[in-house]
């Protein structure tokens, strides 16, 4: 099994700041399979990153994605209000399906 | 637009089971793969199944092999979990989740908003 390790647990920053989240692979990601989530509390996640740097559909070019093998980065170039929450990373590369432990990115 | 409604969540016992559904709307349900994540309070999130558009093909997380089933019926665009012999650590909120292609080997791009599962005596 894959783990990921995302790091820090918690990162506090003020908006328009950037944020900077790691997610670390226990061994090589097959084909850059690593995707990035956003959840809110109470809420669903919302897929942001696949494919290690692909955008999903209605995500701001604020959030890019970067990495290979086994480090991968999210990166939000400013923070808007709307961004402090969880985020978490995914393989998809191998079964079975693993994600990080979460990154809080919370308001400072 | 692309909607995921779970439901069948409660309440059981533990050595109990539940059945879940998930309706899906918006896409053509047999083209893409579908699965299962759950989430317990307070924690991150778990792959638990997934299933080829087709049906041909199924995964489980080791933690519930043997014990939960994954299905469809792609003519009524619906998702099922069966789970039986549940055990208290199982409380979670359970989401169904869209795969981007047909195999269960890509990102979930739609989520519906979770149905809450509780193993309690």
């Known amino acids: 099994e894959i783990v990921l390790t995302q790091s820090p647990g918690t990162l506090s920053l003020s908006p328009g700041e950037r944020a900077t989240l790691s997610c670390r692979a226990s061994q090589s990601v097959s084909s850059n399979y690593l995707a990035w989530y956003q959840q809110k509390p109470g809420q669903a996640p919302r897929l942001l990153i696949s494919g290690t740097s692909f955008r999903a559909t209605g995500i701001p070019d604020r959030f890019s994605g970067s990495g290979s093998g086994t480090d991968f980065t999210l990166t939000i170039s400013r923070l808007e209000p709307e961004d402090f929450a969880v985020y978490y990373c995914?393989?998809?590369?191998?079964?079975?399906?693993?994600f990080g432990g979460g990154t809080k990115v919370e308001i400072k | 637009e692309v909607q995921l409604l779970e439901s069948g969540g409660g309440m059981v016992q533990p050595g109990g089971s539940l059945r879940l559904s998930c309706a899906a709307s918006g896409f053509t349900f047999n083209i893409y793969a579908m699965g299962w994540v759950r989430q317990a309070p307070g924690k991150g999130l778990e792959w638990v199944s997934g299933?080829?558009?087709?049906?041909?093909?199924?995964d489980y997380a080791d933690s519930v092999k043997g014990r939960f089933t994954i299905s469809r019926d792609n003519s009524k665009n619906t998702l099922y979990l069966q789970m039986n012999s549940l055990r208290v650590e199982e409380t979670a909120v359970y989401y169904c989740?869209?795969?981007?292609?047909?195999?269960?080997?890509?990102?979930?791009?739609?989520w519906g908003p979770g149905t809450l599962v509780t193993v309690s005596s």
């Open positions: 299933l080829s558009g087709g049906g041909a093909s199924t």
């Open positions: 989740a869209k795969f981007k292609v047909g195999t269960c080997y890509s990102a979930f791009d739609f």
């Open positions: 995914q393989q998809y590369g191998k079964s079975p399906l693993t």
